[in-house]
Nanobody, 119 residues
Framework: QVQLVESGGGLVQAGGSLRLSCAAS????????MGWFRQAPGKDREFVSS????????FYADSVKGRFTISRDRATNTVYLQMNSLKLEDTAVYYC????????????GGQGTQVTVSS
């Protein structure tokens, strides 16, 4: 089982930046990918970005392309989400998740971190 701890959220003005971190511990040796998701009030959780651990291949939701960058540190099993040019609609609780294999679903385990963008 993998434990996930997200951090780095906060209150920022529109146009500002934040960097989220997600530290994974436990059974991380079989990680296929890690991803970031978010859930705004009254909305379903949605995909934001993901990274395949072995190839460094990255994926982004259209709504964040060009503004967000995902990266990872293999040595510390940490995945980051650099968020620039933040918009009001980026306000949400951000969760990271791990995908153990290519065929399994993402597994969530952290409490999430709140990102609030103000005007």
């Amino acid at each position: 089982q993998v434990q996930l701890v997200e951090s780095g959220g906060g209150l920022v003005q529109a146009g500002g930046s934040l960097r989220l971190s997600c530290a994974a511990s436990g059974r991380t040796s079989s990680t296929y990918a890690m991803g970031w998701f978010r859930q705004a009030p009254g909305k379903d959780r949605e995909f934001v970005s993901s990274i395949i651990w072995s190839s460094d291949t990255k994926f982004y939701a259209d709504s964040v392309k060009g503004r967000f960058t995902i990266s990872r540190d293999r040595a510390t099993n940490t995945v980051y989400l650099q968020m620039n040019s933040l918009k009001l609609e980026d306000t949400a609780v951000y969760y990271c998740a791990v995908k153990p294999t290519v065929t399994t679903k993402y597994v969530f385990g952290g409490q999430g971190t709140q990102v609030t963008v103000s005007s």
